[in-house]
T-cell receptor, first 113, second 114 residues
Framework: NAGVTQTPKFQVLKTGQSMTLQCAQD?????MSWYRQDPGMGLRLIHY???????DQGEVPNGYNVSRSTTEDFPLRLLSAAPSQTSVYFC????????????FGDGTRLSIL | AQTVTQSQPEMSVQEAETVTLSCTYD???????LFWYKQPPSRQMILVIR??????QNATENRFSVNFQKAAKSFSLKISDSQLGDAAMYFC???????????FGTGTRLTVIP
């Protein structure tokens, strides 16, 4: 009964490096989202997907790419890491739009030096 | 634009007592949902309670209840019989029909004193 699984849990990158944060869910949810959480702020939506093959931008999409080739997986790519992307990243899924309860992963703490 | 405001950065409560966390919001939509999420030190976000705007009755989940004042755009969370495990950051969040997005407040850190 895994729910939403995010990997890695921690990562340190150098400015300019690229990487992919992985997110997988085993609940057959259509909706998946990526949020970032910064100190003193609430979670902000980066990108979301309403089903396989469909993605859209959220509130703070710049510097990130996503794809959704399967229902289960929704990876988040940082193309060229910047210190401003230092944050905690959460993946979430739900069976419907975000008016439905979201199931969150444990988060990835990412530091960009 | 949608906004969610939590004016209490920190709150504390004695174990077994009752505490109320405040949240105000703004939206131009008439169809929306409000949530309280809990984030313990483990970092995982956990849904505490959900309220549909069209329902006049306040939502309740065991020791957790809300006071939803639609006209005042207020959505406070009451925790009764507080337990040590209630210690966490609590986030108020809004979803409205105009956006496929959850808008979060800045959170309230709740400390439970034994």
């Amino acid at each position: 009964n895994a729910g939403v699984t995010q990997t890695p849990k921690f990562q340190v990158l150098k400015t300019g490096q690229s990487m992919t944060l992985q997110c997988a869910q085993d609940m057959n949810h259509e909706y998946m989202s990526w949020y970032r959480q910064d100190p003193g702020m609430g979670l902000r939506l980066i990108h979301y997907s309403v089903g396989a093959g469909i993605t859209d931008q959220g509130e703070v999409p710049n510097g990130y790419n996503v794809s959704r080739s399967t229902t289960e997986d929704f990876p988040l790519r940082l193309l060229s890491a910047a210190p401003s992307q230092t944050s905690v990243y959460f993946c979430a899924s739900s069976w419907g739009p975000s008016n439905q309860p979201q199931h969150f992963g444990d988060g990835t703490r990412l530091s960009i030096l | 634009a949608q906004t969610v405001t939590q004016s209490q950065p920190e709150m504390s409560v004695q174990e077994a007592e009752t505490v109320t966390l405040s949240c105000t919001y703004d939206t131009s939509e008439s169809d929306y949902y409000l949530f309280w999420y809990k984030q313990p030190p483990s970092r995982q976000m956990i849904l505490v309670i959900r309220q549909e705007a069209y329902k006049q009755q306040n939502a309740t989940e065991n020791r957790f209840s809300v006071n939803f004042q639609k006209a005042a755009k207020s959505f406070s969370l009451k925790i009764s019989d507080s337990q040590l495990g209630d210690a966490a950051m609590y986030f108020c969040a809004l979803h409205d029909a105009g956006a496929n997005n959850l808008f979060f407040g800045t959170g309230t850190r709740l400390t439970v004193i034994p």
